[in-house]
């Protein structure tokens, strides 16, 4: 069942919702994405299929990102696998949070999804948020959307690793092709260590 009720639209507030994608990965960027809406103002069949975007088909999301971009207001910001290597994954995603939001412009709370709270600007973080506030679930299906597309255009470049598939996340055979063809430059290194790479 959606979490978001269209007759119940004047109760959600109205905040920046952070959201991202691609933190467990083994390669690609962490990809961020900071959504402003009123929800009262966005179309209620928009705001009744908004979710989390691990719950929705691939279709579903590539059909709601740019209507999301529409109706609302979006930012969008990454950390590099050589950023995530440099200053660990958590910072990186932190860093990209606050590009986005700094981008947006907009003067609004900073609702996060997850247990982290964006340093230097009001808000809260919250665990489970892609069901709690329509912009932290606008925010991860946009950010899903561009990252995947991202992944599969590297894919055509790195064949090999399965991206077009598993969009740089650690499934059986991204695993065994990093151990039979080396990391590429897109891989993070402090995610790969221990498969062999000569």
Avoid at 10 to 25: K, L, T
Wanted: glycine residues 10%; proline residues 9%; contains cysteine.
């Amino acid at each position: 069942m959606p979490p978001f009720d269209p007759a119940l639209a004047a109760h959600y507030p109205i905040v920046i919702g952070c959201d991202e994608v691609g933190r467990g990965a083994l390669s690609g960027p962490v990809v961020v994405a900071a959504v402003w809406f009123a929800p009262t103002a966005i179309p209620p069949d928009l705001l009744s299929s908004l979710d989390d975007s691990k719950k929705l088909p691939e279709p579903v999301r590539n059909r709601l990102a740019p209507l999301i971009r529409r109706h609302g207001r979006v930012a969008l910001a990454a950390g590099s696998p050589a950023l995530i290597d440099r200053i660990n994954i958590r910072a990186a995603t932190l860093d990209a949070m606050a590009r986005a939001v700094t981008k947006l412009g907009i003067d609004a709370p900073v609702y996060v999804d997850g247990r982290d709270a964006l340093p230097g600007f009001a808000g809260k973080a919250l665990v489970g948020g892609e069901r709690l506030v329509p912009q932290i679930a606008a925010a991860s299906i946009v950010a899903k959307v561009m990252r995947d597309a991202f992944m599969r255009r590297l894919a055509r470049t790195h064949p090999g690793y399965g991206w077009e598939r598993n969009v740089g996340y650690g499934t059986a055979l991204h695993r065994a092709c990093l151990a039979t063809l080396g990391r590429s430059p897109h891989h993070r290194m402090s995610f790969t260590r221990g498969f062999r790479t000569d």
